[in-house]
């Protein structure tokens, strides 16, 4: 049978321990910064959604108000600065 070698262990300099350890640390920020970014873009995917919801229940309301203005006024043209309605001649 032949002897097992023992592995010998060699001291490594400091320079290239600290090295080692600044690749690490890089890393480690990096894939934590990137957990980060994955977070934000949920938030923004989220806000974008509701943004958009707002948008379409804000349409659905103002023609549903638009319906009761023609309704109360028949149709015609709204001039919100004044504040007055001018019906459409038929």
Do not use: C, H, W
């Not at 023992?6 to 920020?29: D, G, P, V, W």
């Not at 980060?36 to 974008?48: F, H, M």
């Not at 948008?55 to 638009?66: D, P, Q, R, W, Y």
């Not at 028949?74 to 919100?80: A, H, M, R, W, Y």
Request: aromatic share 6%; net charge negative.
């Amino acid at each position: 049978m032949a002897k097992k070698e023992e592995s010998t262990s060699i001291k490594l300099q400091e320079e290239e321990t600290t090295k080692i350890a600044e690749f690490q640390k890089s890393r480690s920020n990096v894939q934590m910064e990137l957990g980060n970014l994955a977070l934000v873009r949920i938030d923004v995917e989220n806000k974008q959604k509701e943004l958009e919801s707002f948008l379409a229940t804000s349409k659905e309301e103002e023609v549903e108000f638009v319906k009761e203005l023609e309704t109360k006024y028949g149709i015609g043209s709204i001039d919100v600065q004044k504040g007055e309605f001018t019906p459409t001649a038929e």
